[in-house]
Nanobody, 115 residues
Framework: QVRLVESGGGLVQPGGSLSLSCVAS?????LGWYRQPPGKQRELVAA???????NYASSVKGRFTISRDNAKNMVYLQMNNLRSEDTAVYFC????????????WGKGTLVTVSS
């Protein structure tokens, strides 16, 4: 069982920046951030493997940066040049490989981009 706790959400103006953090209670393989805008489905924002390979949604490429610290079991999402359409609840996700591969989720943190 892996527990994930996010932090760093809040209100920011368009064009501003915000940083999210997530700490995992155990070893993980791929860590990622997903988001769920109001009235929409959850979608992948960015993911990073234990080895450092990254994957981004096209809508955030060049604006968001995902990184992780394996020693601290943490993943970060630096969000720059935020837009109103980035408003969503952001969820931390951990994928653990294995015969019984598992996905774990944090409770989410709200990011609101508004003037």
């Amino acid at each position: 069982q892996v527990r994930l706790v996010e932090s760093g959400g809040g209100l920011v103006q368009p064009g501003g920046s915000l940083s999210l953090s997530c700490v995992a209670s155990g070893r993980t393989d791929t860590l990622g951030w997903y988001r769920q805008p109001p009235g929409k489905q959850r979608e992948l924002v960015a993911a990073v493997t234990r080895g450092g390979d990254t994957n981004y949604a096209s809508s955030v490429k060049g604006r968001f940066t995902i990184s992780r610290d394996n020693a601290k079991n943490m993943v970060y999402l630096q969000m720059n040049n935020l837009r109103s359409e980035d408003t969503a609840v952001y969820f931390c996700n951990a994928h653990v490989n294995g015969y019984f591969a598992m996905d774990y989720w944090g409770k989410g943190t709200l990011v609101t981009v508004s003037s």
